[in-house]
């Protein structure tokens, strides 16, 4: 990037810093009430951990702003797990036992979900993950809550909106990590929308080209491509070899990022998610529009679920007091929560209790996001 | 199975297959001028698209003057490269291993600096040609992938001659082979390694850019591209450009068979299976003693 | 031993058994994983240091080892040894029969082998979930219980992990200090001139190959209880290349040096986080810091700065 450009970068972030340690001081007082968050601004994972920290600093700043935890400020502690499960591990032990964190918030990626869950869970500290729940054994976490969609969920989603288009055959593309997973979920789910999965090909992660999969999917002749990755590329494939039939995309593909990298394959697109930050709910345009002051930028799925995060932990201090751990904190967490993004419910038995209707179809057309009407109802 | 994605196939196979056949050779021209396995090689054809990403974007110059802005970054990398690190352990007589560590210090740093300078977003560039595509019956191939191929193909037979008929080639192959004896009949042989590394750094850039209006770069694809140019290469021989030509095309071929004659969960099984095989089988590379010798 | 190197033993060994109560939980925790890629690094460090061979497919055997540990544990409720003793078996066997064709190959051919057989295994990690997992992996993998004393915290995890890395390092230690190790080192220098001492360069690497495996598989292993949880993430081609950095940063051939280099890859990034986002970026430089100015890696340049002292102290006595 140019020099000036960056000089600008680097004076906005000092005034962020700068603000949000006045805003501090301003109206709250006291030893700050420490909770620990720990997100992927580097490696794989930054395209989920930089928006997720974005959320929470907004977050921060915004709890503060009103009265902090019963005038006592808030300080998110954030930590980098450079996209690795290890790491994560480290910087959990950090927070919980050399920061003494009330609270543990993050990580962005399921591997490190649930390596950090194994200490969170054994210490009793509330952990609220920026993931969907994982392996069974989260289950028995109850005091680990996510607040993004279990796979369950995104696979019932992509399903429904292919049920409305009387999409009866189907056509996959997917990758070998979270590609898998939905897949795993969606298979025997299928039958029951009256789907037949006509062609299933999977790519590999980082993979620089998929042609040859989707010419597979193609050959099918699916009424619909269902494509569940985590890069734009399946997506300027499909529009390369010329499918013409409507794709719905993965809440993982998500992001303004993508969607440059897709260039002109970013057209009728239809992505089950929950916040489109150009033509917001109405319970979500005070928190967008914030958002837009603030980093000039507008804001998606994960700057939602962390800023919705820190709110939760926030209202459970408030109720179960500023100096609360453990059991007691984790009791107040689990209160059921209307937040922008979705509403939760931390006692379902998927330790996220988001349901169907709070999904929002957008549709990417000529490159730039809209709000379909559809709604899934309850 | 019908025609048509058979055709599919061979279409994006080769397709694949040059642009891993541009970063193996990079590698190749490397490893041929000074031994150093360049485990940075994708990075180069990152820093050379981002160059002209931003050239085009952010400077607003003209096309054609940014994707020579892009090649000229990776070449003055490559030089940097040389003269900062490359010579200075070589004077040590440091072994190939630490060379080889060099380089992926170097990927390291720079993929973590793209991220950290320009963003996890991916860009792209307009194609070359016009946006068009060919249609042979119903299996699909966009123009720019046409003039890709071609302009793979090129590359290759000019930098073969390029080192069998330049003085500047012949002197940086005697150079690299005995560089006492080079140094006896007048070459340089430290401007010569400067030279190979240039070279390469052009090269890799030049696979970057092509690539880039198709697939788009980002901060991960260096590595992703230079292990499958490290594939080709070797596969070819490891000293012969013309053989990592061959061997980047064959490897792009069966990942595409896999993919429509197996299945495509098992691809990079099958494609890694036949490497190794095709490897054991022909200890010399595919082109044989001519690929040791250097063609 | 001399009776020298026993005095600096012992206070060596007190400060060993110290450290993990004395130190944070998380660099207790961080002394666990040095410990897990020591015996890891060690088996790399046999390859390159004594035979000149750049093995990229230790995360394979890592990836078993864990999985079998995870599996035996998780899915099919045996004793933690169970999964220890599977997981080598696999390994070994997996590196004797890829081996005996792979290891025909030299050089960088060789390289490529077995990063093409790293790239296999990643992908069948990936593909056979109902065996891995897949990315969600399999969680819940109990820490180790020897006769009731249940290893649940770093500092009482540290001594299981460095006690095997010991072990592990006097095996090593035994194989290049012996006949073996002489043929190693023949075979490294001048394998025509090995050879025509009838010194069968194939059986030997293989050998030296399976023992890397085995080293592996513990590590994995060890690395399994210490997270209580494995997934495909953990064992790409990534791993793969910070486990070769272990003996190429520390000195191959030398296994305090596989310590240090160790320590390194397990310490430096923990303490570069500390500046930012750029933490990755100077990783990065470090290593080529530590490869353009140590060549003989740190422990070489400790050795050559001893040296110097040494003989600045001589030249004034």
């Given amino acids: 990037m140019s020099l000036s450009s960056f000089i600008a970068k680097l004076a906005g972030a000092t005034a962020l810093v700068g603000l949000s340690a006045f805003s501090v001081q301003a109206q709250t007082s006291g030893e700050p009430v420490k909770i620990g968050a720990i997100v992927s601004v580097t490696g794989a994972g930054a395209g989920l951990g930089v928006p997720e920290r974005n959320g929470l600093l907004l977050a921060e700043k915004d709890i503060n702003a009103k009265g902090g935890i019963k005038g006592r400020p808030i300080k998110f ?20 036992f050399g920061q003494k964190v009330q609270a543990l918030l993050g990580p962005s990626l399921t591997a490190s979900t649930v390596a950090v ?20 054994v989260e289950r028995e976490r109850k005091c680990v809550a996510h607040v993004l969609p279990p796979q369950r969920l995104n696979a019932t989603a992509l399903l429904e909106y292919a049920k ?29 929308y009256g789907v037949k999965l006509v062609a299933v090909e999977k790519f590999e992660i980082g993979a620089t080209d998929t042609t040859t999969q989707a010419a597979k999917v193609k050959a099918s002749q699916p009424d619909a491509v269902f494509i569940i990755a985590t890069s734009a590329t399946p997506f300027r494939n499909v529009k390369q070899i010329q499918i013409t039939q409507p794709v719905i995309a993965a809440i993982g593909s998500s992001s303004y990022e993508y969607v440059n990298a897709m260039g002109t394959a970013a057209d009728n697109i239809v992505i089950p998610e929950f916040v489109v930050g150009e033509d917001p709910l109405p319970h979500q345009k005070d928190f967008v529009e914030l958002y837009k002051k603030t980093y000039n930028s507008t804001p998606k799925n994960y700057e ?15 109720k179960a007091g500023a100096d609360a751990t453990g059991e007691k904190l984790c009791e107040a967490m689990k209160a059921p929560y209307t937040g922008v993004l979705a509403s939760y419910n931390f006692s379902a038995d998927d330790m996220t209790g988001i349901p169907i209707s709070s999904f929002v179809f957008s549709k990417l057309v000529g490159g730039k996001y809209t709000r379909t009407p559809f709604r899934v109802a309850q | 199975m019908t025609i048509s994605l058979v055709l599919q196939a061979l279409f994006a196979g080769v397709t694949n297959g040059i642009v891993y056949a541009l970063v193996g050779m990079g590698l190749s021209a490397i490893f041929k001028g000074s031994r150093v396995i360049n485990a940075m090689q994708g990075e180069f054809a990152v820093i050379g698209a981002m160059t002209t990403v931003l050239l085009l974007t952010k400077s607003g110059w003209p096309y054609a003057a940014a994707i020579a802005g892009g090649a000229v970054a990776g070449a003055l990398v490559g030089a940097f ?9 070589a004077a040590k007589n440091a072994s190939e291993d630490s060379f080889l560590l060099l380089t992926i210090g170097l990927a390291l740093s720079l993929s973590a600096s793209i991220l950290y300078f320009v963003g996890r977003d991916g860009h792209l560039l307009p194609p070359l040609g016009s946006e068009g595509v060919l249609i042979v019956m119903d299996a699909v191939i966009q123009f720019h992938a046409l003039w890709l191929i071609a302009i793979g193909i090129g590359a290759t037979l000019a930098l073969r001659a390029f080192y069998h008929r330049t003085t500047i080639g012949l002197s940086m192959m005697a150079a690299s082979i005995d560089a006492d004896g080079a140094a006896t009949t007048g070459i340089n042989v430290a401007r010569m390694r400067t030279f190979t590394f240039v070279l390469g750094g052009l090269l890799g850039a030049m696979g970057g850019i092509l690539v880039t209006p198709l697939i788009g770069v980002d901060y991960q694809l260096g590595l992703n591209l230079t292990l499958k140019g490290f594939a080709a290469a070797v596969l070819g021989g490891l000293t012969n450009p013309l053989g990592a030509a061959v061997g980047g095309v064959t490897l792009g071929l069966v990942e595409s068979l896999a993919i429509i004659g197996i299945s495509s969960s098992y691809k990079d099984v099958v494609a890694f299976s036949v490497l190794i095989v095709i490897m054991i089988l022909m200890p010399q590379g595919i082109l044989g003693r001519a690929g040791r010798r250097g063609g | 031993m001399s009776s020298r190197s026993l005095l600096w033993l012992v206070p060596c060994l007190v400060i060993w058994a110290v450290l993990p109560f004395v130190l944070p939980r998380n660099v207790a925790d961080l002394l666990v994983f040095t410990g897990i890629y020591t015996v890891a690094g060690l088996g790399i460090g046999l390859l390159l240091g004594h035979c000149g061979i750049v093995n990229l497919a230790q995360a394979t055997f890592y990836g078993l080892g864990a999985y079998a540990s995870a599996y035996c544990t998780v899915m099919m409720g045996l004793p933690s040894i169970a999964g220890f003793i599977v997981g080598a078996v696999i390994s070994m066997a997996l590196a004797y029969v890829i081996g005996r064709p792979i290891l025909r190959l030299t050089g960088y051919f060789l390289a490529l082998g077995t990063l093409a057989l790293s790239a296999i295994a990643s992908a069948l990690f990936f593909e056979w979930d109902w065996l891995t997992g897949g990315t969600l992996g399999i969680g819940g993998i109990p820490k180790l219980d020897l006769f009731g004393f249940v290893l649940d915290r770093p500092s009482r995890y540290y001594f299981f992990v460095w006690i095997v890395a010991f072990a592990c390092m006097i095996v090593a230690h035994n194989l290049v200090d012996s006949r073996t190790g002489l043929m190693l080192r023949a075979m ?54 910070s486990f070769l950095l272990i003996p190429v940063i520390g000195g191959a051939t030398s296994i305090p040096g596989i310590v240090v280099g160790a320590l390194f890859v397990t310490f430096l990034p923990e303490l570069l986080s500390k500046l930012g986002d750029i933490h990755q970026i100077l990783f990065g430089l470090a290593l080529v810091a530590v490869v353009v100015l140590m060549p003989e890696g740190l422990v070489g340049a400790f050795g050559k700065l001893r040296t110097r002292l040494a003989r600045r102290g001589g030249g004034h006595g």
């Fill in chain 1, 77 to 96: 502690i954030v930590e980098d797990d450079a996209s690795n499960p290890d790491t994560a591990l480290s910087k959990a032990n950090d927070l919980i």
């Fill in chain 1, 117 to 136: 869950g194994g200490v969170t869970h054994a210490n009793k500290v509330p952990q609220i993950a920026f993931t969907g729940i994982g392996p069974a």
């Fill in chain 1, 164 to 192: 409305s288009i009387k999409a009866t055959k189907v056509g996959v593309l997917h990758d070998a990590g979270y590609g898998n997973v939905v897949m795993a979920e969606l298979k025997p789910l299928a039958d029951k």
């Fill in chain 1, 304 to 318: 939602a679920a962390a800023w919705d995060a820190a709110h939760i932990i926030a209202a459970a201090l408030n």
């Fill in chain 2, 81 to 89: 490269i040389e003269v900062a690190f490359v010579r200075y352990m």
């Fill in chain 3, 188 to 241: 490294r220098d001048s394998s025509t001139a090995a050879a025509s001492l009838s010194i069968d360069l194939q059986a030997l690497r293989t050998k030296v190959f399976v023992v890397c495996a085995l080293f592996g598989a513990l590590a994995g292993s060890l690395f399994a209880h210490h997270v209580s949880f494995v997934s495909t993430q953990s064992f790409t081609v990534d791993r793969s290349i």
